[in-house]
């Protein structure tokens, strides 16, 4: 099993930054794909950005790229997803996911990945 627990979530003005972190624990950190995905009220959840068990592939919704960028420190078992030029509609619960395979598979959907949070608010205001 997999423990993810998020943190880093809050209020920001439109325009501003925040950074989420997801801290993980019961395997190693570095056989997991991350992920982070998002659910706005009465909303579906919905893919935000995900990331290779090395770190080295990437992969971003489109109304995230170049403002949002997710990276990992397998030495703390932690992945991040830093948050800049943020809207309003970026109000979410943030979920942490992760895959437990050598391959992240289809990586933009919530049925692909094992285990996830519980979850961090980002109120954004305008």
């Known amino acids: 099993q997999v423990q993810l627990v998020e943190s880093g979530g809050g209020l920001a003005q439109a325009g501003g930054s925040l950074r989420l972190s997801c801290a993980a624990s019961?395997?190693?950190?570095?056989?997991?794909?991350m992920g982070w995905f998002r659910q706005a009220p009465g909303k579906e959840r919905d893919f935000v950005a995900a990331?290779?068990?090395?770190?080295?592939?990437?992969y971003y919704a489109d109304s995230v790229k170049g403002r949002f960028t997710i990276s990992r420190d397998n030495a703390k078992n932690t992945v991040y997803l830093q948050m800049n030029s943020l809207k309003p509609e970026n109000t979410a619960v943030y979920y942490c996911?992760?895959?437990?395979?050598?391959?992240?598979?289809?990586?933009?959907?919530?049925?692909?990945?094992?285990?996830w949070g519980k979850g961090t608010q980002v109120t954004v205001s305008s």
């Open positions: 996911t992760a895959r437990s395979s050598l391959y992240i598979g289809n990586y933009y959907s919530s049925l692909t990945y094992d285990y």
């Open positions: 019961g395997r190693s950190f570095a056989s997991l794909n």
């Open positions: 990331l290779s068990r090395s770190g080295g592939i990437e």
